[in-house]
């Protein structure tokens, strides 16, 4: 499967559990939208995905990558210690100047 190298940075940081480097995957001025939240540039994103990573211990295997476009859509297996763990998730991303502008994540 060919992700932008954006995508596998983001899934290698997620998987290592490295919140910095996660978050250095987003502008900014990147949004993301997770669990009926909204988290605002950067630094929000960091703090969102450390809490998520002691609270989940989520791990991410990409399953398919869509892309239209500067759009994208990764279905991957997620586990970790949440309810239901594991699950399949649809992240939709908005990608610019090699940079994560927009990240929701769906059912």
């Known amino acids: 499967m060919n ?4 995508i ?5 940081a997620q998987n290592s559990f490295d919140s910095i480097a996660y978050a ?3 502008s ?5 939208f997770d669990e009926g939240k909204t988290h605002n540039g950067r630094t929000e994103i960091h703090h969102w995905i450390e809490e998520s990573n002691e609270k989940y211990r989520s791990v991410m295997i990409p399953l398919e990558y869509t892309e239209n476009g ?3 859509i990764l279905s991957a297996e997620c586990s ?5 763990s594991p699950i399949i998730l649809k992240f939709h991303f908005d990608i610019a100047d090699g940079l ?5 994540v769906t059912e």
């Open 3 to 6: 992700l932008p190298k954006i």
């Open 8 to 12: 596998t940075d983001l899934v290698n």
């Open 24 to 26: 250095n995957c987003f």
């Open 28 to 32: 900014e001025t990147a949004v993301v």
């Open 70 to 72: 500067t759009s994208g």
């Open 80 to 84: 970790g210690t949440f309810p239901g």
């Open 100 to 104: 994560i502008q927009q990240l929701k």
